[in-house]
């Protein structure tokens, strides 16, 4: 089936560590993005990717960082500098400007 | 600054009633507008997609209008469902940007 997998579902993180969430889309879709979501701020826009090797920051891109160094591919990695990771986070792709399709999502805790 | 407003933050109706959500946004120059939908503590659910160039689309019960001189866009769902209940998102793709950006969302509830 095509679509977008987000792994894992479940993370936790200890302080102090940086964790990688993945994102993988057999879509064939150049445009990918990254979202974050906590209750009642909607979705806000960490990075995102138009195409291979190349990504803009967003809106909240402090304390993250991304690769796209395959088009299935955009992984995002949380690191010790950002202070309140504990949220929802959604991945997205798109193509041509049109549909965009969002991953099931992978929540973070902090422990 | 790219904003969307979604108005009302939550709706609660029974069960059969039509009812509207209503999304604005600060840019004249679009791609295209897309409505969401998300149940709890899952992802997003496209629902309708309308280019630039259109003026709505509709997928069952579900009928979405675009007027991009007056930022606005409109969710009409009929003859409500219990189903229906659920947060619904809109975002834009602005002309100027490759930055989708979203409201908050309303939150429906559609009681039997």
């Known amino acids: 089936d095509g679509g977008i997998t987000q792994s894992p579902k479940y993370l936790f993180r200890k302080e102090g560590q940086n964790v990688t969430l993945s994102c993988e889309q057999n879509?064939?879709?150049?445009?990918m993005y990254w979202y974050r979501q906590d209750p009642g701020q909607g979705l806000r826009l960490i990075y995102y990717?138009?195409?291979?090797?190349?990504?803009q920051k967003g809106d909240i891109a402090e304390g993250y960082s991304v690769s796209r160094e395959k088009k299935e591919s955009f992984p995002l990695t949380v690191t010790s500098a950002q202070k309140n990771p504990t949220a929802f986070y959604l991945c997205?792709?798109?193509?041509?400007?049109?549909?965009?399709?969002f991953g099931q999502g992978t929540r973070l805790t902090v422990v | 600054k790219q904003e969307v407003t979604q108005i009302p933050a939550a709706l609660s109706v029974p069960e059969g009633e039509n009812l509207v959500l209503n999304c604005s946004f600060t840019?004249?120059?679009?791609?295209?507008l897309q409505w969401f939908r998300q149940d709890p503590g899952k992802g997003l659910t496209s629902l309708l997609l309308?280019?630039?160039?259109?003026r709505e689309q509709t997928s069952g019960r579900l009928n979405a209008s675009l007027d991009k001189s007056s930022g606005r866009s409109t969710l009409y769902i009929a003859a409500s469902q219990p189903g229906d209940s659920a947060t619904y998102l809109c975002?834009?793709?602005?002309?100027?940007?490759?930055?989708?950006?979203f409201g908050k969302g309303t939150l429906l509830t559609v009681n039997p």
């Open positions: 997205a792709s798109e193509q041509g400007n049109t549909e965009a399709f």
């Open positions: 990717s138009q195409i291979v090797n190349d990504f």
């Open positions: 879509l064939n879709h150049d445009a």
């Open positions: 975002a834009y793709l602005p002309g100027s940007n490759y930055k989708l950006t």
């Open positions: 840019d004249s120059a679009i791609y295209n």
């Open positions: 309308i280019q630039s160039s259109q």
